[in-house]
């Protein structure tokens, strides 16, 4: 079966939801940020400061091209993946692409105080323009389930019933 893939902004729950998920179906998870985290022994924010997004982005090709090419795993993407129609592409023909939504009140409340995004430093205009600019690429994908109204379970059972 093919892959799924989830997609969405940051904070809409992708990795707790693939963890669960990926228990659900008896599959392997896979974070790409910490795929990346792995091949360059840095953390996001720290490739981010020390070479900045441009080399986080190649890195992160890289990673979602090798996972394109495996078999029955669930996959979290980090918010900005998709935003790349080559990274779009080879994820989509080898995957289902689901998409994780919450209103950005809710995200911004549930990274709180423990934020270690880049993406998330900038001033909450800043912030709220990339949430917007970015829901119309998440909207292409197969489908999208919204995280607030539902618990974790809800939102597995949810994404296995829509298969
Ligand atoms: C990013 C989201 C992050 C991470 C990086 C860039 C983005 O992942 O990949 O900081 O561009 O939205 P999460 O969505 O898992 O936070």
Redesign the pocket.
């Known amino acids: 079966m093919r892959n799924i893939v989830l997609i ?5 729950g ?2 707790t939801v693939g963890r669960r998920l990926a228990q659900a179906l008896s599959w392997n998870f896979v ?3 910490a795929e ?1 985290g792995d091949v360059t022994e840095l953390s ?2 720290e490739i ?1 400061r020390r070479y900045g997004e441009t080399r ?1 982005r190649s890195e ?1 090709s890289i990673v979602v091209t090798r996972l394109a090419q495996t078999e029955e795993i669930v996959i ?6 998709v ?1 790349n129609p080559i990274n779009w592409e080879v994820l989509a023909q080898n995957g289902i692409i689901v998409s994780l939504y919450a209103p950005l009140e809710v995200i911004l409340q549930r990274i709180g105080h423990k934020n270690d ?3 998330l430093r900038s001033s909450p205009e800043e912030i709220k323009t ?1 949430f917007l600019e ?1 829901q119309p690429f998440y909207g292409k994908a197969d489908f999208t389930i919204d995280t607030t109204i539902r618990s974790i379970d809800e939102v597995v059972s949810e994404i296995l019933a829509q298969l």
């Open positions: 969405g902004f940051m904070g809409t992708k990795s974070d790409t940020d990346i996001v924010s981010f986080f992160e979290a993407t980090g918010g900005g993946t935003l995004r880049p993406l990339l970015r």
